[in-house]
């Protein structure tokens, strides 16, 4: 790949992730309308979560009034940090029954009250010849346009599947995006995006797909990392450019949780190094020399995807690993440096220039700047990590590193 490619490569990445994560939007609303073949007072009592129907979607399990001032308390069957549904005390305003009511968060089990602090939710529902039009309004303030973009999507399904329940009487849950063959259709169209910046030919489409395997693979260890803390949902999102992301059934619980999710993306990949650099040298001593070369660059591209996640930039593994196992600010600077420094030094052994090393340190830092502080708070604090296990995650941590990088130096010796 030539510097000028990369560079774009590099700035599209970051220019994609500002957008995403950071550029401020202030106030925005998500508003949907749409005209449903079914009576008013019966749609009112599904969407009217004190209503008769309110569970039509299986995410009600529960509402009860308060006081007769409009406050009221909702259990939904999303999992809090414990396990246990999350209850939500609400405040509904301008109700009018059967037509209209808006909606705000005042206390929620899961996440700070600093989250809904600008949060405003309406629902108004008028008739129209034998049907009713329903309108549902989302207005909370944003940065960056991710969340923004999910809330259209989650609102205009919800209307598509309420408009399927007035009609059958039947609600079925998740849909076409995050079924599996959607996923493998995102992580081949990733693929081809890649295809270009590597040129366009086979040696290019292989390399595409490699990284893309190296992605996936990153982030089954993610996946493995949730069951293992017990969460009883994982799922694996791809993002065509970004890459993936693995997402857990339920908020974290404790600090060390945290840390063992973030470190196995890396760790999962760490214990195939092993196996994929015996694999390509059986094969190189059988004659198969391209597969062997493939192999090789497996190995090289698995070790420099994960060793990059291990630098300590705010939202990647290490940067997550070193915030939950460094006791203190001046703990933390100290680790980051000697993971950044380890890094660089490891880059500089493989071969790749000064100047490359430098912009390298210029975008993590940049990465870090853009992601800092966009993690949503929780309600309560995490649980605290012991110090046995600081020594175990920084030990593993270490060893992950070590492993990744052998593979980078060993396939840089041998492919060069």
Request: with cysteine; aromatic share 12%.
């Amino acid at each position: 790949m030539s510097p000028i490619v990369m560079a774009i490569l590099v700035v599209s990445n970051l220019g994609l992730i500002f957008l995403l994560m950071t550029v401020p939007l202030g106030l925005r609303t998500v508003r949907f309308s749409r005209l449903v073949a079914a009576d008013r007072h019966r749609l009112w009592q599904a969407l009217w979560p004190l209503g008769d129907d309110a569970g039509w979607s299986g995410e009600i399990i529960s509402a009860e009034a308060l006081d007769g001032q409009g406050t009221a308390r909702i259990r939904l069957s999303w999992e809090g940090r414990d396990g246990q549904p999350i209850e939500r005390k609400v405040m509904f305003e301008d109700v009018a029954e059967g037509s209209r009511f808006s909606m705000r968060v005042l206390d929620d089990a899961s996440l700070d009250a600093s989250f809904w602090a600008d949060y405003r939710e309406t629902t108004e529902l008028v008739s129209e010849g034998s049907g009713t039009r329903i309108v549902l309004s989302q207005t909370d303030r944003y940065r960056g346009v991710a969340f923004l973009v999910f809330r259209y999507f989650a609102t205009r399904r919800e209307l598509g599947k309420l408009q399927k329940w007035a009609r059958t009487g039947q609600y079925r849950k998740g849909g076409w995006f995050e079924h599996p063959l959607s996923q493998v259709g995102f992580a081949i169209l990733s693929a081809f995006i890649l295809w270009p910046f590597f040129g366009l030919n086979l040696g290019g489409l292989a390399l595409a797909a490699i990284l893309t395997s190296v992605v996936a693979l990153h982030e089954l260890g993610h996946m493995a990392a949730f069951r293992l803390m017990g969460h009883r949902k994982a799922r694996m999102i791809f993002i065509p450019l970004l890459g993936g992301i693995a997402i857990g059934g339920r908020p974290y619980d404790s600090r060390f949780e945290v840390a063992f999710v973030a470190l196995m993306g890396a760790g999962f990949s760490a214990f195939l190094v092993p196996v994929l650099i015996a694999a390509s040298g059986f094969a190189r001593g059988e004659g198969h020399y391209l597969a062997a070369a493939l192999l090789a660059t497996l190995v090289g591209c698995s070790a420099l995807f994960n060793i990059a996640n291990l630098v300590p930039v705010w939202k990647f593994d290490g940067g997550q690993v070193l915030r939950q196992i460094c006791p203190g600010p001046l703990a933390l600077a100290s680790a980051s440096f000697f993971l950044l420094s380890a890094l660089l030094a490891l880059g500089w052994r493989a071969g790749f220039s000064s100047g490359f090393l430098l912009a390298a340190g210029a975008v993590f830092s940049a990465l870090s700047l853009l992601t800092m502080g966009s993690a949503v708070k929780p309600r309560l604090e995490l649980k605290p990590i012991r110090t046995v296990d600081r020594f175990a995650m920084a030990a593993a941590l270490l060893a992950v590193f070590a492993i990744h990088g052998y593979a980078v130096l060993w396939a840089s010796a041998l492919l060069a």
